[in-house]
C-alpha cells in the first residue's frame, strides 16, 4: 500500500487559506492531509483567539484608572502563545513532511476532533 503524498499536508500549514481551500475541495481522500488540516485550523484559532481574549480583558481592565499599565502588560501573554504557535507550526510541518500523524502539543488533541471533513 502506497503513503500518501506530503505535499498537500505541508501545504495546509505552508499557505493558511488557499492551503486549507486546497485540501478541502481537492485532498479529502488524502487523510494525512485532511488530519494537517484540522492541526492547522486549530492552531489559527488558538491564535487568534488568545488575541481576541486579551483584546477583551485589556479593554476591560483599562476602564479601570491606572491598570493600563496591566493590560499592556499582560499583551506578554500574547507573546508567548504566538511564539509558542510559531514552535508548533514548525513542528506541525515537520511532521506532515515526514508523513506523520502526530497531534501538536497543547492544541493537537482538541484539533483533531474539528468537524472539516
Known sequence: MSRPSPFPAV???LIPVIGWLYVYMFQRGNSLAVYHLRQAVGLAVFLI???LVWAVV?????QIPFMVVLSVALFTIVIAAYLFGFVAWVMGMLNAAQNKSTPL?????WA?????V
Request: zero cysteines; aromatic letters at 10%; glycine letters at 10%.
Open 11 to 13: 501545504i495546509a500549514y
Open 112 to 116: 483533531s476532533r474539528l468537524p472539516i
Open 49 to 51: 483567539g488568545t488575541l
Open 58 to 62: 485589556a479593554w476591560i481592565i483599562a
Open 105 to 109: 502539543p497543547l492544541i493537537g488533541q
